[in-house]
């Protein structure tokens, strides 16, 4: 895989830490995936995380029922319409995962060098003698001296809630292990994960199919975070699963980089997919330790050079029961950064965790930090270079208004779009500046009707800043510096030229109210004219 250097001004400006954000309206251009569960799944902690910063609300399927999962998203649907702060729904499937069945979920203590056996006979009770697994094909996929790592959620690395097993011998369908360090497994859920084993189970299950042709259509989901990704062709059975249930079609799907599999085959998987989740956690098991950096590195060069959303994970495992990350988080979130990811992404630390909201608030603040030393300049010759000549239609106009908007600097560019390509090409480029991505609904019926797609439809009053999204507009809020804006459906995209200068008008008043815009700013604009695109630069006056 290809790595890139490290994005970063040079020398590095020294940065007062009490200097404020340069806009109050987002804690940063770098995106937050929150995991609602447990400690994050009322009305009020919601309100507070969505205040903090988070643009996507994860719904985990590994654990709890779709009428559990269906009451927090009604309490995230009341927040985001208290808060008027805008948030997309991403499912996360349960795929080729193996777990240990804990039907009581009382405490195991397991003890260095016993030993322990992992079972498919879900009969039994879990017992620090005997684990029960959900999956009959463990003996006759693993092999003597093998590696088995099980933990809660998923696996930490803290060695007082994970467990490293060896495996000592198969027993018919049984798996006994060497247990190498102590630990005790708390609560319901334990993932099982076998390092660099071909588990043969299917990345979409039947359980999943289920839970996306229900709870998903019925919400009409913006992403669909597919677990354990291992192909292209896993990619591809995921969208023509999708593409046979309507509302679902346009679904983007985020494949879940999990294994030694998926990196083999990552090229191949992220032309398919819509963005990739590098799901560090059982990357991390997979990988030997030193090679986990490089592999993050050219992962996420791979995904902005394709203009692919690229999210991380496992950033701030402390702030789970801590209210501080530890001095290597907070310079592993700030690399994250420079690496070039597009979004973090919370697991346990909000699902779970003690501080949600702080989670959330320091992370986004980290991030903030890290992009006023990143070396656009750099990247975006790099970009360029990548793209190579001569450029498509499109790529050349987003480049274009990049460069202009850095030339004058310019205080935000606002882009008039009905797909969100545009914007998102613009994005790629990675603008200093937020890009406004001003929505603009075509209309193929009646002018005088207009339905709105998406969990949130019929929440608020049409309004240009509020949330009632088009699905493209949703999925723009995963898209690090992008900041999605719905037109008032009496403009539609094939308007004139008339109501597109409205349109600007009120996209520019939202940019003064939110501090993003002050008097005697550039402002740069890409739209279309007719046939033509434009790209042009505005003067405010006071």
């Known amino acids: 895989m290809h790595s890139s250097p490290m994005l970063i001004e040079e020398p590095i400006r020294m940065i007062s830490i009490l200097e404020p954000s340069k806009y109050s309206f987002f804690p940063a251009m770098t995106k937050i995936v929150g995991t609602l569960g447990p400690k994050s799944r009322s009305v009020d902690v919601i309100s507070s995380c969505l205040k903090a910063g988070m643009s996507v609300a994860r719904f985990d399927f590994s654990w709890g029922d779709a009428e559990y999962h269906q009451e927090t998203l ?19 499937t ?9 039907k009581n979920e009382t405490a195991i203590s397991l003890q260095a060098d016993s030993q322990v056996v992992l079972t498919p006979d879900q009969g039994q009770e879990a017992s620090s003698e005997i684990l029960p697994i959900n999956f009959d094909g463990l003996a006759k996929s693993v092999k003597t001296g093998d590696t088995i790592f099980v933990g809660q959620y998923l696996f930490t690395g803290s060695e007082t809630t994970s467990v490293w097993l060896e495996v000592a011998e198969v027993t018919g ?32 299950t039947e359980k999943d199919k289920e839970v996306i042709s229900t709870w998903g259509v019925k919400n009409k989901i913006d992403f669909l975070s597919l677990s354990y990704t291992r192909h292209a062709e896993d990619v591809r059975q995921a969208r023509e699963f999708l593409s046979t249930l309507g509302d679902l079609s346009q679904t983007q799907i985020f494949a879940k980089i999990e294994n030694v599999e998926g990196l083999t085959h990552f090229d ?21 330790p030193e090679k986990v950096f490089y592999f993050q590195k050219s ?19 402390s702030m789970t029961d801590n209210l501080r990350p530890t001095r290597a988080e907070a310079t592993d979130v700030a690399n994250a950064v420079l690496d070039g990811s597009d979004a973090i992404l919370l697991g346990a630390e909000t699902l779970r965790g003690l501080y949600p909201v702080e989670t959330i608030s320091t992370v986004g603040k980290i991030c903030a930090e890290a992009e006023k030393v990143f070396n656009q300049d750099l990247y975006f010759k790099r970009t360029v270079k990548h793209v190579g000549e001569p450029m498509t239609h499109l790529e050349s106009i987003a480049s274009s208004a990049v460069r202009a908007a850095i030339k004058v600097k ?19 480029y990675r603008p200093t500046m937020p890009v406004l991505s001003v929505v603009i609904p075509r209309l193929k019926t009646n002018q005088l009707k207009w339905s709105f797609s998406g969990a949130f439809e019929d929440q608020l009053p049409i309004h240009l800043w509020e949330s009632l ?14 900041f999605p804006m719905l037109a008032d ?19 520019l008043d939202h940019g003064k109210t939110s501090g993003v815009i002050k008097p005697h700013d550039r402002v740069v604009i890409c739209q279309k004219v007719g046939d033509a695109s434009v790209v042009k630069i505005i003067e405010l006056e006071d």
């Open 74 to 92: 009604e309490n995230l649907k009341t927040a985001i319409k208290t808060t008027k702060k805008l948030c997309a729904v991403m499912l996360d």
């Open 94 to 102: 349960v795929g080729a995962e193996m777990q240990v069945v804990n």
């Open 173 to 204: 369908q049984d798996v006994v292990c060497t247990i190498k360090n102590s630990a005790t497994l708390a609560g319901a859920l334990f993932t099982l994960h076998a390092s660099q084993i071909h588990i043969d189970l299917p990345t979409l």
């Open 268 to 288: 191949e998987i992220l032309q398919e997919a819509d963005g990739i989740i590098l799901s560090r956690g059982n990357l991390g098991i997979d990988l030997p």
């Open 299 to 317: 992962a996420l060069y791979k995904c902005n050079m394709a203009g692919k959303p690229a999210v991380l994970t496992r950033v701030v495992d």
């Open 410 to 428: 310019a205080s935000v560019i606002i882009c008039f779009t009905s797909s969100g390509r545009a914007a998102r090409l613009i994005a790629k």
């Open 469 to 482: 999204f088009t699905s493209n507009a949703r999925q723009s809020l995963i898209v690090r510096g992008l």
């Open 489 to 507: 459906p009496r403009h539609p995209a094939e308007s004139t030229s008339a109501s597109n200068e409205s349109i600007l008008k009120v996209a």
